[in-house]
DNA sequence: GCCGTTTTCGGCCCGACTGTTTTCAGTCG
C-alpha cells in the first residue's frame, strides 16, 4: 500500500472527526469516514484511482470526495481540511479516545473552559471547573479522570494472546453460574481483528440478575463501568473491558449478530432488511409493521432470511461479503484442522528455547504431520544465527530424528535474513539443499521506501527463496510497518511464485489481513506459520487460521494444508523447476 | 457528502445506559 494512500485515509478520518467537533452535520462526517473505507479497499494510490476513473464508480466517493481525492494527488494536500485543522486545536482529537466524551462534550470543554489538550482537561477537573458545566457533573468528571488516567497506563487495544487470556477467565467464570443458558463471544474478537478494544460477551438465562452477579464479581475485576439487568461492564486487571449482555432465547441468534458486528456489516444487513420490508436489531428480524418477530434459531436463519448465503463472522467487514452471499459466491473458508504441518519456527540452534526433537514430537502430539525447522541465519547475530558448519550438522540432527518419528516427516529450512542489498544470507550450495527457505527483513528497518522496496524484491527475484515471512515487518501496537510499496511486493510475489508468509505470531498477524486478498489476486499463495521460539508457541496457528479467514482464504490457498507426502512432492517439483536441483 | 424501483430532495440504523436532568442529550456499540 503506497504511503500516499495511508497518508490520505488519514487525513480523510482526522477531517471527519475535525467535522465532528465543530459541530458539522454528522452525515456529513460519516460520509468521510465511509468515503475513506471504501478508498481503503481499491488497489493503488490516488494518482492511480484519478488516472483511471476507477472512483466514478466507487460506492460511497461522490463527485465531492473524489475532487478531495484528485486535488490531493495533484498537491498532496487537500486546502478544505487544511482550513479545518487550522481552527481546531490538533490536541482535541486526542480527546476522542477517552471514554464518556464524543463530540458534543468535547465541543462544549473547547468552547466555555478553553481547553485543547488532554492536560488542560485534567487539569480542568482537578480544579472542579468542569463539573460546572452544564451537562457535565461528578459523575462524568470522574469517568474521564478514569479514562485519562487508564490511557496513561495502557494501549487503548490488546493483542490476541491477552485477549484470548481475559476471555477464558470470563467463559469459565460464567460456565461455573448455574442459570446460565447458551454463552458466546461476540465482536471484533469472533472476527478475529489482530487486536481487541474489548470483549462482548452473549448469554441466555432465566435468571439474568444471578448471572449478572457472578459476572461483576469474576476475580481480577479492575472496575465495574456498569451494573444492569441485561448489560453489566467490568474492566478487568490489564485494562481489558468485558461488555456481558444477558437476552432471552428467542434473541440469541440477532443479538449475536448484532453484537458480533462489525457496524459496517450491521448498517449494511440492516439497510438490506429495510429495503426487503423487514426490521434488524439485537432483539430480531421482524416482518413489515409487526412487533413479532421471524423465528431465528441461530445466524444462518437471518442470513437465509435476508436471501443470503451463512457468512462467517471473520468476514462480516462490509468488504464485499454481502454481495457474495448474495451471489453464493463466499469462498468455503480454512479451518484449523486443515493444517497439516508446521512452518518456520526456531529451535536452540538459533534463538529457540527447545530443541528440534522437542518441537518435532510437540508438533505431531498436535496432530501435525510434519514440520520445517527454520532457524536464523549466520548474520542475525543477535539471535545466535546458523554458520554454514551449524546448519550442515542441523540437517544430519534432522535426518536422525526423521528416522525415529516416523511417518513424522522434517524437512530442512531456514529463515534467511535478507540482507541489506537484497541477497539471501548463505551461498547457492546451501540454499539448495534447503527444502524451504524462508527470507526475512530483521535489520536495516528505517531504509528509504523505494530502496527498500527494492531490497524486499530482489529477494523475492532469487529463485531459492519459498516464503517471504512476516511481509510488512509491523508489531502491533509497538511499531509500524517498514516503509516499502506493498502493491509492489505483492505483484513481485505473485509474479515470481514466492509465497506469502501469514505469521500468526500475536504481536505481528503479518501479512494483514487488508493485504491478503490483495495478494490472493495476485496470484500468491500462504503459509501459515507460528514462527514459535517455544513448544507452547506452535498453538499460535490458531490466530494465523483467524487472519487468513479475515483474508478470504480457503484452504488450497494454503500450503500446509498439503499432506506430508503433498508437500514432499510440492518442495521437490519446486526445487527441481527453480534451481534444477 | 452520498445516494436513488419511495430517485435530484430528503433521508441517512437504532436501542440501552448513564448522568444529568424533571423529560432528555450524549455516548456507545
Known sequence: MSDSKQSLLRTLRECAMLMEIVGENPFRCRAYEEGARALEALEGGPREWVESGILAETKGIGKGLAEKVDEWA?????????????????GLLELISIPGLGPKKIRVLWKELGIETLGQLEEAIKAGRVQELAGFGEKTAEKILAGI????????RVTLEVATGAAELVLE???QCPAIGKLELAGSYRRSRETVKDLDVIATSPDPEAVMKVFVTTPGVQRII???????SILLEGGIPVDLRVVEDSQFAAALNYFTGSKEHNTA????AKKMGLKLNEYGLFPEESETPFKTADEEAIYKRLGLAYVEPEM????????????????????????????HCHTTYSDGKNTPLEMAKAARDLGFEYIVICDHSQSAFYAGGMKPDTIKAQMDEIDEIGKKLKPFKLFYGVESDILADGALDYDDEILGRLDIVVGAIHTRLTMAGDEMTARVCRALENPAITILAHPTGRLLQRREPFNADMDKIIATAGAHDVVMEINSHPWRLDLDWRLIRQAHAAGCKFSIDPDSHNTLGLRDVRYGVGIARKGWLTAGDVINTKTAKQFAEWVAKRKKSRLGK
Open 74 to 90: 495533484r498537491s498532496g494536500h487537500i486546502v478544505a481540511i487544511d482550513e479545518l485543522r487550522q481552527k481546531v486545536p490538533a
Open 149 to 156: 488516567e487508564q490511557r496513561k497506563h495502557y494501549e487503548t
Open 173 to 175: 467464570r460464567l460456565r
Open 226 to 232: 456498569a451494573h444492569g439487568p441485561t448489560k453489566s
Open 269 to 272: 444487513l440492516r439497510g438490506r
Open 316 to 343: 462480516r467487514e462490509n468488504n464485499g461479503e454481502i454481495e457474495a452471499a448474495e451471489e453464493g459466491k463466499l469462498p468455503k473458508l480454512i479451518t484449523r484442522e486443515d493444517l497439516r504441518g508446521i512452518v
